[in-house]
Antibody, heavy 120, light 109 residues
Framework: QVTLSESGPALVKSTQTLTLTCTFS??????????VAWIRQPPGKALEWLAL???????FYSASLKTRLSVSKDTSRNQVVLIMTNMEPVDTATYFC?????????????WGQGTTVIVS | SYELAQPPSMSTAPGQTARITCSGD??????VYWFQQKPGQAPVLVIY???ERPPGIPARFSGSTSGATVTLTISDVQAEDEADYYC????????????FGGGTKLTVL
């Protein structure tokens, strides 16, 4: 069974750096083609893709947030970490991680439940 | 920046058919994926690569494409289908850059 779980601070202050961890099971980021994506959703608003890291350690970022984002992986611990700098109240959102690249599906096929981050 | 356009809302009676559209300039060359999201829950993938259904998704969910517009069709709509639906795709930049549509809230009357 594939599961993902996001963890991190529920509250951060303006200008601070946010660090979120995605811990997963049921698949390996050593598998060719596999990747983990980060997505966020402000309250009452649409989903927004943030970043993706793949099995080969290639990293991709949303063009609008590229300068503030960094993603890394620790395959031995089955974890992916997202860092977002210079947080502002508009970054208040639920942050999700999701598996991508499984078989023919390619996109995000299994999601974590999300973690809510409030920026004050 | 690249955008995908969806109607903000629509409503359908139980047993009828709902068709939710998603438009974008790159869609003739890029796959579209559809997600269902119920309040307080994570999104669930219901259609991938324009027309394919993941395991466990009811057959009443289907996808189609016509040029720069793709459509998610829900036949025989059930009360449990009331949710927000998001399309997701990529631009034509050649670098992975995923984009979501603004979402469509489907209300089952």
């Amino acid at each position: 069974q594939v599961t993902l779980s996001e963890s991190g601070p529920a509250l951060v202050k303006s200008t601070q750096t946010l660090t979120l961890t995605c811990t997963f099971s049921g698949f390996s980021l050593n598998t060719v083609g596999m990747s983990v994506a980060w997505i966020r959703q402000p309250p009452g608003k649409a989903l927004e893709w943030l970043a993706l890291i793949d099995w080969d350690d290639e990293k991709f970022y949303s063009a609008s947030l590229k300068t503030r984002l960094s993603v890394s992986k620790d395959t031995s611990r089955n974890q992916v970490v997202l860092i977002m700098t210079n947080m502002e109240p508009v970054d208040t959102a639920t942050y999700f991680c999701a598996r991508a690249g499984a078989g023919a599906i390619e996109t995000m096929d299994v999601w974590g439940q999300g973690t809510t981050v409030i920026v004050s | 920046s690249y955008e995908l356009a969806q109607p903000p809302s629509m409503s359908t009676a139980p047993g009828q058919t709902a068709r939710i559209t998603c438009s974008g300039d790159a869609l003739p060359r890029q796959y579209v994926y559809w997600f269902q999201q119920k309040p307080g829950q994570a999104p669930v993938l219901v259609i991938y690569k324009d027309t394919e259904r993941p395991p466990g998704i009811p057959a009443r969910f289907s996808g189609s494409t016509s040029g720069a517009t793709v459509t998610l069709t829900i036949s025989d709509v059930q009360a449990e289908d009331e949710a927000d639906y998001y399309c997701q795709s990529s631009d034509n930049s050649g670098v992975l850059n995923w984009v979501f549509g603004g979402g469509t809230k489907l209300t089952v009357l």
